[in-house]
């Protein structure tokens, strides 16, 4: 048995390794892509009707053909592919893809109808210009949704297939075509030409995955039956108001912060996003590349190799979240300013950009952990136990954001959302521990303690080395060398005193040869 779990763990480390590289790229451009838009609209209230407008058809993408269908249809292909039965992935994928268009191409035509009521709803504090603006982009947005739905779709089938490669470069087309507006089309068409470089990037997303499709013999049929589909469906049901919940988690600091002053929103994205860099590369690629492996395990009635693998997934991704989130917390000045202090980002964006990122460092972690504790019960075939977690999250954001902006504004409101995400993940763990059985081999306190020493030692580490070299060493000497001796410190005591999951990592990965 640990022989097998040793294969599929070394098997999972290699993917998440692969798929975390190309999703540390696709990060890395989106600092460019941040860099250029920073320049020329700072953190101002063209760029605040800008996120405004995503709300509504990013939610549409998530939970109609997004993570809704990816937790849904994974489970339910991932059985087919097991036993390399290519039809049924082919018809019950063109079924799927054929009834997603038709849901939200509709839904996006209502939406462009009825788009200065949303904005409304989302943003209530804005004023009229911002409104139609955030109008106008929004009905733009909604067609490069149409087309994101098809690719997310076929990103969900890909990963069934335990084909990680092409999802993950998709991305990079969509982040490419962001730069490309910024750079190329924001000159003649402003903040519209965002919204355009989306579209294009979009298209392009889609395209690439086309050959993995291929490959695997997917092709698509003009029908909406198929006999597994209705298994489907009753999967997304629950998923569905599982990630309306967490849609209304994202709506929240637009919906507080167009009450605040203009770039309260962008400010927050902008934390936001920098957030999402690490956890992206960490808790987005581990979960993703385990989520195939515990739906087989799941789907073989195999409970100890569920737990084990969940417990494995668990421990290194809170290895890899902590000390990055300490890393958020005492290099966050500093790597914020050189990645996008200028133009209109100036020292004062910064300054408010770096406090709310001090409220993401929790989230960080919690996120990352949240990936992975999900999908737990996604493999299982259970979406209402991450729909309540869900829900409890929620209130605790919305209490929490209450409270806490008008005292802290932006910042309560990164404050908020890392917290509920937390309160989502203890309820999913103490829920998993009673599924799996009393005592499953998950062993999350010391290899937590074992982490926190080492992240402490790494926070000691750079502190040191930024205070021996003064304020005026300027911001990529402290940079650069703050992120050297932390590097440094966080290898040599993961080698000394660190979770065992890391320290076997090389191993896992080079194990096949």
Not at 259 to 278: D, H, N, V
Not at 334 to 340: E, Q, V, Y
Not at 476 to 484: C, E, F, M, R, W
Request: with cysteine.
């Amino acid at each position: 048995m640990s022989d097998a779990l040793g294969v599929r763990s070394a098997s999972v480390a290699r993917s998440a390794i692969t798929v975390s590289a190309l999703f540390a790229l696709d990060k890395a451009l989106g600092l460019v892509r941040d860099a250029v838009i920073g320049r020329t609209f700072g953190a101002s209230a063209a760029l605040d009707a800008y996120y405004a407008a995503f709300e509504l058809p990013d939610a549409l993408f998530n939970i109609v053909a997004g993570l809704a269908m990816a937790t849904a249809l994974i489970p339910v292909l991932s059985a087919y592919t097991a036993r390399g039965d290519r039809e049924n992935v082919g018809r019950l994928t063109s079924a799927v893809i054929n009834w997603a268009l038709v849901v939200v191409v509709a839904i996006s035509a209502a939406a462009a109808v009825f788009a200065p009521h949303v904005i409304r709803a989302v943003a209530p504090g804005f004023d009229h210009p911002r409104e139609d603006l955030a109008t106008d982009l929004m009905r733009l947005v909604l067609l490069q949704t149409v087309i994101s739905s098809t690719s997310g779709i076929a990103m969900s089938v890909l990963q069934a297939h335990q084909h990680f490669l092409l999802p993950a470069v998709a991305p990079l087309a969509y982040t490419l075509g962001r730069i490309l507006g910024a750079v190329a089309l924001v000159p003649r068409w402003g903040v519209f030409g965002l919204a355009i470089g989306g579209l294009a990037g979009t298209v392009v997303h889609f395209l690439i995955q086309v050959p993995g499709l291929v490959h695997y013999g997917v092709r698509w049929r003009p029908i909406l039956r198929h006999p597994e589909f209705g298994t489907v469906l009753r999967l997304m049901g629950p998923r569905m108001l599982g990630l309306a919940v967490t849609y209304v988690n994202f709506v929240l600091p637009t919906y507080f912060g167009s009450r605040l002053a203009a770039g309260a929103i962008a400010s927050y994205e902008y934390g936001w996003r920098l957030m999402q860099l690490p956890e992206t590369i960490i808790g987005t690629a581990l979960g993703l590349t385990v989520f195939p492996t515990l739906s087989q395990r799941a789907n073989a009635g195999d409970r100890e190799g569920l737990s084990t693998t969940a417990g494995w997934a668990l421990r290194l991704g809170l290895a890899l979240a902590v000390p990055a989130a300490v890393g958020l917390l005492v290099l966050g000045r500093p790597l914020t300013a050189l990645a996008l202090e200028r133009g209109a980002f100036d020292a004062g964006t910064t300054e408010r950009v770096y406090r709310g990122l001090q409220g993401f460092a929790l989230g960080l972690v919690t996120h990352s952990v949240l990936e992975v504790a999900s999908r737990i019960f996604y493999a299982q075939r259970d979406m209402w136990t991450p729909l309540l977690a869900a829900c409890a999250g929620l209130v605790v954001n919305v209490c929490v954001g209450w409270l806490l902006l008008g005292r802290l504004e932006h910042v309560g409101l990164a404050w908020a959302n890392s917290v509920g995400a937390g309160a989502q993940v203890l309820i999913l763990l103490a829920a998993s521990r009673r599924r799996l059985g009393t005592a499953p081999p998950w062993a999350l306190g010391p290899s937590l303690l074992r982490t926190l020493g080492t992240s402490a030692a790494m926070a000691v580490a750079v502190v040191a080395v930024r205070s021996a070299m003064g304020s005026g060493a300027g911001l990529l000497p402290t940079g650069l060398g703050g992120v050297a001796a932390g590097g440094l410190t966080f290898v040599l005591g993961t080698a000394i005193i660190g979770p065992r999951e890391l320290r076997s990592l090389p191993r896992q990965i080079l194990r096949r040869f």
